[in-house]
């Protein structure tokens, strides 16, 4: 039997996981001096909690909920995003009880029973953040200043920030109703889903991705014509922050998430390289949620980075030096063998990587691993130098050679290169 993993679920293998631990690295870092916290979500919760977030209409939890019953016949799902399950725990915590804003971080894999395609998991891995507590827009500014931050020290550069204001329970019942008006006439010739949305939530159809309706709706008003005073004075303060700050935006009056507990802000961070999945990370205000899982009235807002889109940027824009060892120790012979280890592990504790041979073949081949491997430096050791307490070094990118006494092998690393921190 010959066992493979699922469709448009993957392995995560060498070298790729060093730019995987580099941009995990530094969202710790710089997330970190912006003041959010690490949390540790869950992986799954109770499906309400998505259904009731994201909303009962979206492609999300219509179709692509890893949703199963447990034992006791509860409805379970694995989290298709972070922010249901961050809300859950601000309100289940009390952590409205402290002092706002309230600033998290989280990372790890989300579930979406997509059709994968490039750039689209069934399994995949977000960064996100999330704010708590604060409805002035400069915290708007904050987290967008921080992901651009963010992109840019990791490598990336020249990429679409998408920014839109999508209203709040106060202006979408007109701009519902102006949507209807508009699609009324050609409803008919929108895709079965659409005919649905209609009904249900008809905000949805600027999501849909049928290209006959994409089409369709060409022409349809836009969110920002239908803004209430609050809104529109949000929008405006926060774009006003942004060109203070200098960050680039585009402007986007057609941007609509496809997660319905969306208000005000929106955005989306976009890049052309990666084809039709062009969102590298996404995020926006949400409002009205801690309220809807039964806390207090909380302003909020986040934002998360799809890691497997931005390590296939990386990886386009980028050559890159992955880790190699410091050090290859060949040994001929038992008693060179067990020396051979013994000076591993003298060497290991000062915190360079050191690959021993593990016996029974050639110096030659021995040799030839230790450049295939990239080996910096290689020590070799027979009965000659054990007999005389000396011990070959090489510097295998130069040829350069010597000797050295064995209880002295450490320096002819620390003479060359510098020491790493153990
Ligand atoms: P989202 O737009 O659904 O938002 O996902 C955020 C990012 O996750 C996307 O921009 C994309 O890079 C990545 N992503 C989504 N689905 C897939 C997939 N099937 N395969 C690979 N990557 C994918 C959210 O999840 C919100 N929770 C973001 C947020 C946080 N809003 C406020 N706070």
Redesign the pocket.
């Known amino acids: 039997m010959k066992y493979t993993s699922l469709k448009g679920i993957q392995d995560i293998l060498p070298p790729d996981i060093y730019i995987w631990q580099t941009i995990e690295l530094k969202a710790r870092e710089l997330f970190g001096v912006y003041g959010f916290k690490e949390i540790r979500l869950p992986i799954i919760e109770y499906s309400d909690i998505f259904i009731r977030s994201i909303g009962e209409t979206t492609d999300i939890v219509e179709k692509e909920m890893y949703a199963f019953a447990d034992k006791s016949g509860r409805s379970i799902t694995m989290r298709p995003?972070?922010?249901a399950p961050a809300v859950r725990c601000y309100v289940e915590h009390h952590l409205y009880n402290l002092p706002p804003p309230q600033k998290f971080f989280y990372s790890g894999p989300?579930f979406?029973y997509?059709r994968p395609q490039r750039?689209?998991?069934?399994q995949?891995y977000?960064i996100?953040v999330?704010a708590f507590g604060i409805s002035q827009p400069s915290i708007d500014a904050e987290i967008i200043v921080m992901l651009n931050n963010f992109l840019e020290r990791i490598g990336l550069k020249g990429l679409n920030f998408e920014l839109n204001c999508i209203g709040c329970e106060k202006c979408r019942p007109d701009y519902r109703d102006a949507l209807m008006n508009f699609f009324k006439h050609k409803l008919l010739y929108f895709c079965p889903d659409c005919q649905r949305r209609y009904v249900s939530n008809p905000l949805r159809i600027l999501d849909c991705k049928v290209e006959k309706c994409i089409e369709l709706r060409r022409g349809s008003p836009v969110v920002t014509g239908y803004l209430c005073n609050e809104c529109r004075s949000h929008f405006n303060e926060l774009i006003s922050i942004l060109k203070a700050l200098k960050i680039p935006y585009i402007l986007t009056p057609d941007l609509v998430?496809?997660?319905d507990y969306y208000t005000k802000t929106a955005f989306?961070v976009t890049s052309e390289y990666l084809g039709a999945?062009k969102?590298?990370?996404?995020?926006?205000r949400?409002d009205r949620l801690v309220e809807d899982f039964g806390g207090p009235p909380t302003h909020a807002?986040?934002?998360?980075?799809?890691m497997?889109?931005v390590v296939t940027l990386l990886k386009e824009v980028q050559s890159r030096k992955y880790p190699s060892p410091t050090l290859f120790i060949a040994t001929i012979g038992r008693e060179a063998e067990l020396e051979g280890l013994r000076i591993a592990e003298d060497i290991r504790a000062r915190g360079f990587w050191v690959e021993p041979n593990y016996g029974g073949v050639s110096l030659r081949s021995q040799l030839r691993k230790a450049d295939r491997i990239g080996a910096e430096f290689a020590f070799i050791i027979g009965s000659d130098e054990l007999r005389s307490g000396k011990i070959k070094w090489k510097e295998l990118k130069n040829g350069k050679q010597g000797e050295v006494e064995i209880d002295n092998a450490t320096k002819v690393l620390s003479n060359n290169i510098e020491s790493p921190d153990p």
Not at 119 to 122: A, D, E, P, S, V
Not at 279 to 284: I, R
């Open positions: 995003e972070g922010t989300m979406r997509e750039g689209r998991f069934r995949f977000q996100g999330e998430r496809g997660l989306e999945q969102a590298v990370a996404a995020g926006g949400y807002i986040g934002f998360a980075v799809g497997e889109r």
